[in-house]
């Protein structure tokens, strides 16, 4: 495999944007291919079996694109698929639970760790799992926050109605004495400053995007797999709607997204 | 075709089951085939194509359980796939938009509308289309209202938030001089009253889901397909989280929803 091959990052949609974000942000030599699954957005209220097959389809696309290692951008893929697919391919495959459950699980002191996301993944218990695993001691309190997803895609950054809708969701978490937040859905760090100003900054947030581009960059040191030559031209794919995907990804990216296309896997 | 063959409606999601409540209010001897298509939803951001593939599909295994006529309950589909597919069957098929058109062109008086739907419907502008083809005369305000169905699923259907969220939606079309609002997606009779107290009592409210239902009414006749004998047990199908469905089926339902089955079409 050449350690110039590119990384493949796939997401139900237009979420994982903001792992290949910080992907781009630390490893910057990186080549990412990116695929949002738009057309069966979203995952979080779909079953395992369905994410699973969605999954081994993405997969063997970014696999047909020769990628050296596969990120999955999606907490409910992550927490669903990941097992089983990563069993199946010759490369690393890392998702975005693991790594922000370990930073959460090292930077506790109360033991008391707050998890906010979609429904799915609040209610798939995933967090709960790694987190225990990490450290026995460890209570977890786990809030859905299922208006988050289309108040960002409404583009309601900075806005009173997130704000109060914030305090609605979260507030309930500020009765607890939890120390660390993980922000446990790919949307939530484009209303990092909302959720932050709820919890005041006694509780320190958790992104699992940085966490998982980190975990990205030892993994392809550990394997030899870093690109030594400058980035290649990202590409970006999507199963509908690619001018939409395009507009949006470019309110997100550094780079500038020039083509989008819309492929079926 | 015998006249006690049951009706298949199906939706996207759970949002066509207000148009299944009006059709059991004013067709209780009907029997009802429901297919929600939750593996898949929602369908506004999904492209024509797509919309008609799926439609294709349902309504392949909607003929399979020997419906007499078919409710395409979805505003996107009945914009999108209905001429097609109705045009492939040899029963009548009826969609959500025409119905709701009419009543609204209908019962105007100063000649402008507003329209409230998913991004996807109005940005289809199909309503326009059949209010300009019955009304040359009309002037159409449209405006998407994304976090609606959100808001309606999360159940904060009496909520200082979603009334806070319409003020801010439909404010804008209280600077026209709409007289007539189409409610121009399936979830929205569901917080109806909290739009109506936006708009104030000058506006009229259409909702296409009983205008539906009584264009069924009047298609059955038309054709010597009523039932003369009681329903028998309605059927819910779904794509996915047959459990889920089940649960907010009967917090909107006149009768129990005994059993939902998960099917792939």
Known sequence: MPSNAPIGVFDSGVGGLTVAREILRQTPNETIIYFGDTARVPYGSKSKETIITYSRQIIKFLMSKGVKAIV????TASAMALDVVAAEVPIPVIGVVKPGAKAAADTTKSGN?????TEGTINSGIYNQFLSKRNPNVKVYGKACPLFVPLVEEGWINDPITEEIAERYIGELKNTDIDTL???????????????????DKVTLVNPAYE????????LETNGLESNTPAREHQFFVSDG????????????????????????
């Open 72 to 75: 999955i951008a999606c907490n």
């Open 113 to 117: 760790i707050g998890i906010i996301g």
């Open 182 to 200: 993980v922000l446990g859905c790919t949307h939530y760090p484009l209303i990092r400053h909302v959720i932050a100003s709820v919890v005041g």
């Open 212 to 219: 998982t581009a980190r975990c990205l960059k030892k993994t």
């Open 242 to 265: 690619a001018e939409k995907f395009k507009k949006f990804a470019n309110t997100i990216l550094p780079c500038e997204v020039v083509e989008t296309k819309d492929v079926s896997v």
